[in-house]
């Protein structure tokens, strides 16, 4: 018999309801009691869903972040909260989010780094150690939410970072290494799985997802002494990896002393057979079939047939098992009443993913007679995606197949081009520009949402977004800007605003996956070939144009950026896809152009976000990246000025694609950095224009004139003046008003400042 489990479930709730709770917690509007009691509720319904499994995993929820969760059962907390007063609890929140309930500005510390797990959109708190860490274990959570499934009935499967990876995701703040932290790491984790037993576990699911990364020797010996000493627990362990392939520690993994492998079968199927040859006989081998990264309905019929031989060679020693957590899909999709009803018949979320598991695991152990229909049924879903005329269209795939690298190639060089740019522009040296966005302001969210819903009509709209974009352009002009921009007034998110308006993308009403803490996104749902029915920004730049004697930069959202925030099919490579946006993107490019928009920025924020997991793959990435950005950008004439902006500065090992992109100027995220990143720029003598960020917008403070003329300055040090640019970090939309004009205004005085000294 195949035994049937989970990895982990999303917490947030199917109505965010988590959230809202910490929200109302954070404000002190609910006591940590009715936090609690809202944590306990999701907990108990989420168990509920998976009480048909054999085990149930248990310490996944997280009131913000699972390995913010670790670091406290381990309690390693950094010096600056472990001082303060307060409970627990509100030490938790300072390392999360810099403060407690109640606290203002003045007595909040600085939070825990976040960082994206692994090639996910989710953020963790990452966890800080120095030579001095110690390790001192709490397990009070994770044995309270034990006994806590427990008692509800479950046959509960504790869930835990395994001591490697997490010391892998640690982040040294002194000279130490953290992997000398190994042994002071190790008698904390034995204690735990000692205490895990003596409640009652006897699997204990030890993640170690950092074993599908390329480790140095001393990271795969680390693993070996690891496991040696673990396995000396009377504690099952169920080693478990997922995201990838595990490749060159294929067999350190299989040889690890624990009782069972987790693997993820849907990113690794090509090593499947490999792993049921080489797994040592007495060892459980769990198969992640089922996609915990996607949204699509599991192809059911073929994963049966490729399970099913090993299931009878394996027989109890194969578990079956979502790919990896769900915490990376949305919750449940029978909430969707407003949804496309032919492409929702393709899609499953968390809950219907669980019911798949169930369903193939009972074709394992009692056949697929046993559940005829329901395979049948899957099969139509199957079917019916792959032949509808929604899904694949021939003129775009016949397009794509028609790219030629002349498509992505500019007509002249940049130095011939930037000639020609400057005659038409007649810029000032160091010429100032913001990134897109200016204030999403109450009144602009308001109208939206009442032209949605129907309650605004489509001419009251856009006389209103016209207003906020004249707003826009008049402040500009005033503040003396060079080259101006409409302000992005009438786009809700950079990604959605592009998808609702090409063929091949939906969009859910309650498909909230968790980015960090309580923040929730939506990503659209890319499901067939891309075209765009008609120009998407024509109207609303050429209207701000005539508003101007200035230049109008006009605003779109780059291919690769698109991909990157959405979920993506899975019946096609990433780069179709791509190339499919690319070309769609490029026609709104041209018809900017051809309105007489002679600057035009392709925002490719995410592009760095998208590299594969494993270095030896970036280059395939990158390589499709460029070419994707090329095809949308570079069909312009040579008088055409074509930017592009990313939200990081970290460029030095990929600073060759950056240049390969050909835009005629970048536009970066650096003024945290003191301007240091851009020494890559200068070793690398990055060819065309930067403008690297002055300041940071994340924050309300006002930058000093003084300061950004110094950052200038020191990116005056590594590039050459004269290709320089001067612009806030990224775009404005998340301040307001107040905060956004004086913050221009002494930027262009810096600008002056510049100018007259050089
Ligand atoms: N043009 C976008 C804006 O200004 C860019 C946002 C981003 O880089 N994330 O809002
Ligand atoms: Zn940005």
Redesign the pocket.
């Known amino acids: 018999m195949a035994l049937l489990h989970n990895l982990g479930f999303p917490r947030i709730g199917s109505q965010r309801e988590l959230k809202f709770a910490l929200e109302r917690f954070w404000r002190g509007e609910a006591s940590p009691a009715e936090l609690q009691s809202t944590a306990a509720d999701l907990r108990k319904a989420h168990w509920q869903l998976q009480s048909q499994l054999d085990l149930v995993p248990v310490g996944d929820f997280s009131l913000y972040d699972q390995i913010l969760d670790m670091s406290f059962t381990l309690g390693n907390l950094p010096d600056r909260v472990t001082r303060l007063e307060g409970s627990e609890l509100d030490n938790y929140f300072r390392v999360a989010r810099g403060r407690s309930v109640n606290e203002s500005s003045l007595t909040c510390v600085h939070a825990g780094e976040m960082t994206k797990w692994f090639d996910t959109n989710y953020h963790y708190i990452v966890p800080e150690v120095t030579e001095e860490t110690a390790f001192n274990l709490n397990p009070e959570r994770l044995l309270s939410q034990f006994s806590e499934a427990q008692q509800q009935g479950l046959n509960a499967k504790p869930v835990i970072i395994g001591p490697v990876t997490y010391l892998w995701l640690c982040k040294e703040k002194d000279q130490s290494q953290r992997l000398q932290l190994l042994d002071k790491l190790l008698p904390a984790y034995q204690l735990l799985l000692d205490k895990l037993v003596d409640a009652g576990a006897e699997w204990v699911q030890i993640d170690e997802p950092a074993l599908v990364m390329d480790l140095e020797r001393d990271w795969q010996q680390a693993y070996e002494k690891a496991y040696a000493l673990l396995s000396k627990s009377r504690a099952q362990l169920l080693l478990s990896t997922y995201f990838g392939e595990l490749r060159d520690n294929l067999q350190l993994a299989v040889n690890l002393p624990v009782a069972g492998l987790h693997f993820d079968a849907v990113r690794g199927l090509d090593e499947v057979d490999l792993l049921c040859t080489t797994l040592p006989e007495e060892k459980v081998l769990s198969l992640g079939v089922i996609d915990g990264r996607n949204i699509w309905k599991t192809d059911l019929n073929a994963v049966l047939n490729w399970l099913e031989p090993i299931a009878q060679q394996l027989q109890d020693r194969l578990w079956i098992a979502p790919s990896c957590s769900l915490l990376h899909v949305p919750v449940d999709l029978d909430q969707e009443t407003d949804f496309d009803p032919e492409v929702i018949n393709w899609l499953a979320f968390a809950k219907q993913k669980l019911a798949e598991l169930s369903l193939l695991g009972t074709a394992i152990n009692k056949g697929r007679a046993a559940v005829a229909e329901a395979l049948e049924n899957n099969n139509q879903a199957i079917q019916s995606r792959k032949s509808s005329q929604r899904v694949h269209k021939p003129e775009v795939k016949a397009a794509v197949d028609c790219i030629t690298a002349a498509l992505g190639k500019r007509q002249s060089s940049y130095k011939k081009r930037a000639e020609l740019q400057s005659a038409l522009l007649n810029l000032p040296a160091y010429p100032t520009t913001t990134?897109g966005s200016f204030p999403q302001t109450a009144e602009i969210r308001k109208a939206r949402l009442q032209h949605k819903k129907g309650r605004l009509s489509e001419e009251r709209y856009i006389e209103l977004m016209e207003a906020e974009i004249k707003r826009a352009v008049d402040e500009q002009e005033k503040l003396g800007l060079d080259v101006l921009v409409h302000g992005e007034a009438e786009r809700n998110d950079m990604v959605e605003y592009f998808g609702q308006q090409l063929d091949g993308y939906v969009f859910s009403q309650f498909g909230w996956v968790q980015s960090y803490g309580s923040r929730c996104v939506k990503p659209p749902i890319l499901f067939g070939d891309i075209s765009r029915p008609e120009p998407m920004t024509v109207r609303w730049t050429s209207y701000a144009k005539s508003l101007t004697d200035k230049p109008m930069k006009g605003m779109l959202t780059g291919p690769v950026t698109i991909l990157n925030w959405s979920f993506v099919r899975d019946d096609q490579p990433r780069r179709e896809s791509s190339l499919q946006l690319a070309l769609a993107i490029r026609d709104e490019v041209l018809d900017l152009e051809a309105a007489g928009v002679d600057v035009i920025q392709i925002d490719e924020?995410a592009l760095r976000e998208g590299l594969p997991l494993r270095q030896g793959d970036w280059t395939t990435y990158l390589d499709w990246a460029v070419e994707c950005f090329r095809i949308t950008a570079n069909g312009v004439k040579d008088a055409t000025q074509i930017h592009t902006?990313m939200?990081y500065s970290e460029f030095n090992d990929i600073i060759d694609s950056i240049a390969q992109m050909d835009a005629d100027v970048i536009t970066i995220?650096t003024s945290r950095s003191d301007m240091e990143l851009l020494d890559v720029f200068e070793e690398y003598e990055y060819p065309n224009e930067i403008g690297p960020g002055v300041y940071d917008i994340h924050s309300p403070n006002i930058p000093p004139v003084e300061q950004m003329v110094k950052l200038m300055q020191r990116a005056a040090e590594r590039i050459p003046a004269e290709r320089l640019w001067v612009n806030p970090d990224?775009?404005l939309k998340t301040r307001n008003w107040d905060e956004v004009i004086p913050a221009l205004k002494n930027m262009v005085t810096a600008a002056e400042r510049l100018r007259g000294a050089s």
Do not use: D, N
């Open positions: 990134i924020a902006h939200c995220e990224c775009g």
